[in-house]
């Protein structure tokens, strides 16, 4: 750990400047004419990250260049970077887990185009696996409490996932991708016009029989191979025309294998399915009337799962089926309102409303648990203010009011200070609140081990965070964060029944650097530290330390080589685990990537180089813990038109 | 089951089959570096009076704190512009700018709250930046460059647009 704290000290001293970067790009834009000009694409990079830096939350924006030159094939990749992130993976189907600065993926609000991609059932759908890289834009990422603008279940973050969508696409592409573990995918994003209207289109086919580790033992004492395979279908469509956005999209996993189930027992045969599909329609004016900009959404999505050919059962050893099914739907409205001098004031509702469906059980040794078809209603309002205290001085403040059919209610408040300290520096003061729902399961869920409890009370949050943007010269820019992360009324099932029952408090570090060395070389990085309190709310499973390093060299014309280094420090295991706590990991990853000309790109991947024996931890009924996938390889080629 | 798990192994021969028509090359470039060279070309359509400046200096002002804005700035610095080079500098007060950049309301309420911007050609990059009296306005929608312009606002500070801009913009104020 030392060595690599050097290491990244050493990356953040000052050393001279060779150059500038930005020099290429004003030369190649001065012989262009204004006709010419008017063309040209704004690329997202710097300018955006800039103007991120002066966001009132500690945000990280991943851009679709990023997640290319990486070699990146899914959205899990791309987020294990991620300052404060840890993504953990669950025995059950290899599902990934996203923690963040040491919450349990519960408190991280994943969203796709702004709509929330939870459900009632599972959190994030009981097969889940992350998204294709391909369809990704954006990743605008904002570490911190979101309630005041996302409501529930954002107490340590909010993940935004921006697709590739109608207007935006001008670049259209096609791609096909082989490599370890039987792996193939292929993809298509082509953008056009239809009768004056912009019309974009996504599409990735995959499949893989993923990484099989070998369990030995399992929970019955067995030795076997975990069957992870999975086919992945991800289609999206949009259309776009003066203020409207339609966007329609629709996935399909298929042949799950659940390698494991819940209580780690070897499943070889079980392959499930799931399909989901889902509507948004956005109107988006900023000159709807003088001084009111207006926005509007209307969603619909449907989630349906199956366990396929069953899941099989601790004891005695049958199969159990489960179908499940739920509706959602949402409308929010907001205006924006700059007739108040110095104010950019924003005001909002809507309404969100889900509702289980179609579920079927058969569930031979427990037929006393059903589960329940149930709904949820929330009705919200919110309202944020911006202010500019003077030239140098903003204040976000902003409060949302939830009502819940189930649960109650939920006020939540964020409060935020940026201040241009210099041109170079930029300091925030932030504080917020925010909430966690009981999940279905909490509320009316029995199972063999656990009551609900109806009178549940949500998890609640409050963070301060202090946190500094420096660009030290114009290759070089740092970032520090500063927080103390308290959630309160923490939900338990540890005694039997759910219960709202203690505190738990996390304080943290987030350290980033990005170092442009010469035009064609880039050295970044990030380290975590968290100092997590004793109490029993600890995700015991997250490490207290994470290092990422990445350099991007152009080392010859058509050519692009991308190195990541990720280092995640020791785990501890839960009170009375007689285990030893799980070590610290590296993962290092490579993409070697070659521009053969302006249509034709190839790339060779390597993930895992250094073949490491690395494991997430699992429950003691896998006394191993749960190995990672070791050394893959991938090859990639896409061309552009 | 069984067809969904076959269908994405014959994704290679689907999408060699798909049509694909010939590359257009389309250029990108940083936001700043954009702002910067489209200011630039403002200047070389507008016909600015005399204002304090000498007759081989043109002056600009930057009336914004984002260091990637100022640092493309100043790299139009010492460029030339018909007779005249350019000269960059932070914005402090509008008596010596022959052009003034503004990045906020907020700047451009203290700007005109002060000595205003007289004979100067102002570039506003905030909604409705040309309805607070500013003269041009600097957005991008879709990832593409947009301006409007407020000729009344030119038409005050003594400033003749050239037909090439005006034809390109999106919104006149007249």
């Known amino acids: 750990m030392h060595k690599k704290l050097a290491l990244l000290l050493l990356m953040l001293c000052p050393l001279p400047v060779l150059g500038a970067a930005g020099d290429a790009d004003i030369e190649r834009l001065m012989p262009l004419s204004?006709?010419?000009?008017?063309?040209?694409?704004?690329?997202?990079?710097?300018?955006?990250?800039?103007?991120?830096?002066?966001?009132?939350?500690?945000?990280?924006?991943?851009?679709?260049?990023?997640?290319?030159?990486?070699?990146?094939?899914?959205?899990?990749d791309v987020l294990r970077s991620v300052?404060?992130?840890?993504?953990?993976?669950?025995?059950?189907?290899?599902?990934?887990?996203v923690t963040l600065r040491g919450a349990p993926g519960n408190n991280v609000l994943l969203?796709?185009?702004?709509?929330?991609?939870?459900?009632?059932?599972?959190?994030?759908?009981?097969?889940?696996?992350?998204?294709?890289?391909?369809?990704?834009e954006r990743i605008e990422i904002i570490r911190g409490p979101g309630s005041a603008l996302f409501g529930a279940d954002a107490s340590a973050g909010v993940i935004n996932v921006i697709t590739h969508t109608a207007a935006p696409i001008k670049h259209s592409e096609a791609g096909l991708r082989a490599g370890s573990f039987d792996s193939q995918a292929g993809w298509l994003r082509h953008g056009g016009s239809w009768n004056g209207l912009d019309v974009g289109l996504t599409a990735e086919l995959s499949t893989t029989d993923g990484h099989r580790p070998t369990i030995s033992p399992d929970r019955n004492g067995n030795t076997g191979k975990a069957n992870y395979e999975w086919d992945n279908q991800d289609l999206r469509f949009s259309l776009a025309g003066g203020h409207w956005r339609l966007l329609a999209d629709y996935q399909r996993q298929d042949d799950v294998g659940t390698g494991l189930n819940g209580a780690g027992v070897l499943d070889p045969l079980n392959e499930s399915d799931s399909r989901q599909y889902g509507l948004a329609l956005h109107y988006d004016n900023p000159g709807f009337a003088p001084d009111w900009g207006l926005n509007a959404v209307a969603r619909y999505r449907d989630v349906k799962y199956s366990s396929g050919n069953g899941f099989i059962t601790l004891a005695p050893p049958t199969r159990e089926y489960l179908d499940a099914a739920e509706r959602q739907a949402g409308l929010e409205l907001s205006g924006l309102y700059t007739g108040l001098r110095r104010h950019a004031l924003r005001i909002g509702g809507g309404a969100a409303w889900n509702e289980t469906y179609g579920v079927q059980q058969i569930n031979p040794p427990n037929p006393a648990f059903p589960i329940p078809e149930q709904s949820r209603r929330d009705l919200y309002l919110f309202l944020q203010d911006v202010w500019s205290l003077a030239d140098d001085w903003e204040l976000t403040a902003g409060l949302r009011y939830d009502e819940f059919n189930d649960f109650g209610s939920a006020t939540t408040p964020r409060l935020a200070l940026v201040w241009q300290s210099s041109e170079r520096l930029t300091s925030k003061l932030l504080y917020g609140e925010a909430f966690r729902a009981p999940s279905y399961q909490e509320l009316y869920f029995q199972t063999a081990s656990n009551t609900p409890n109806p009178d549940l009370e949500p998890e609640r949050s409050r963070t301060w965070e202090l946190a500094f943007d420096y660009l030290a010269s114009d290759r070089l820019k740092l970032g520090l964060?500063?927080?103390?992360?308290?959630?309160?009324?923490?939900?338990?099932?540890?005694?039997?029944?759910?219960?709202?029952?203690?505190?738990?408090?996390?304080?943290?570090?987030?350290?980033?650097?990005?170092?442009?060395?010469?035009?064609?070389?880039?050295?970044?990085?990030?380290?975590?530290?968290?100092?997590?309190?004793?109490?029993?709310?600890?995700?015991?499973?997250?490490?207290?330390?994470?290092?990422?390093?990445?350099?991007?060299?152009?080392?010859?014309?058509?050519?692009?080589?991308?190195?990541?280094?990720?280092?995640?420090?020791?785990?501890?295991?839960?009170?009375?685990?007689?285990r030893d706590e799980l070590g610290a990991y590296s993962l290092v990853d490579t993409t070697l990537r070659y521009r053969y000309d302006r249509n034709w790109e190839f790339a060779v991947s390597v993930r895992n180089l250094l073949d490491e024996d690395a494991h997430d931890y699992s429950s003691r009924n896998l006394p191993n813990n749960l190995p990672l996938p070791e050394r893959n390889f991938y090859a990639e080629v896409r061309y552009g038109f | 089951m069984r067809l969904s798990r076959s269908f994405p192994r014959c994704i290679p021969a689907l999408l060699l089959a798909v049509w694909l028509p010939d590359a257009a090359a389309t250029e990108e470039a940083?936001?700043?570096?954009?702002?910067?060279?489209?200011?630039?070309?403002?200047l070389k359509f507008a016909d600015l009076p005399a204002n304090g400046s000498s007759d081989q200096v043109l002056n600009i002002c930057v009336a914004a704190r984002d260091p990637e804005l100022l640092t493309a700035m100043g790299r139009l610095r010492e460029r030339p512009l018909r007779s005249r080079r350019l000269a960059v500098r932070a914005y402090e007060a509008a008596a010596d700018c022959d052009a003034i950049y503004v990045e906020s309301r907020a700047r451009w309420q203290a700007i005109v709250n002060g000595a205003g911007a007289p004979g100067a050609l102002t570039v506003g990059a905030y909604a409705g930046f040309v309805d607070d009296g500013g003269i041009i306005e600097l957005s991008f929608d879709r990832d593409r460059s947009r301006f409007d312009i407020n000729l009344v606002a030119a038409r005050q500070a003594g400033i003749r647009l050239y037909p090439q801009l005006l034809r390109l913009a999106r919104r006149l104020i007249d």
């Open chain 2, 30 to 42: 940083p936001e700043p570096a954009l702002r910067a060279v489209l200011f630039y070309n403002f």
């Open chain 1, 34 to 76: 204004l006709e010419e000009l008017v063309e040209v694409d704004v690329s997202i990079s710097t300018y955006s990250k800039q103007q991120m830096s002066k966001a009132p939350s500690v945000v990280s924006l991943v851009t679709a260049e990023d997640i290319r030159a990486t070699g990146a094939t899914n959205l899990m």
């Open chain 1, 111 to 136: 969203m796709v185009n702004g709509t929330p991609m939870r459900d009632l059932l599972w959190s994030n759908g009981i097969y889940w696996k992350g998204l294709p890289a391909s369809i990704i």
């Open chain 1, 481 to 578: 964060n500063l927080y103390r992360f308290k959630r309160t009324d923490l939900i338990s099932g540890a005694g039997g029944t759910f219960q709202n029952v203690g505190s738990f408090t996390v304080r943290g570090l987030e350290l980033e650097a990005r170092w442009q060395a010469t035009p064609s070389l880039q050295f970044a990085g990030n380290l975590t530290l968290l100092d997590q309190d004793d109490s029993p709310g600890e995700d015991v499973n997250v490490p207290d330390e994470a290092l990422h390093l990445r350099m991007d060299w152009a080392f010859r014309p058509r050519w692009a080589w991308d190195v990541q280094a990720h280092w995640f420090g020791r785990r501890s295991l839960p009170a009375g685990d007689p």
């Open chain 1, 83 to 97: 300052p404060g992130v840890y993504v953990k993976q669950n025995l059950f189907a290899f599902r990934p887990l």
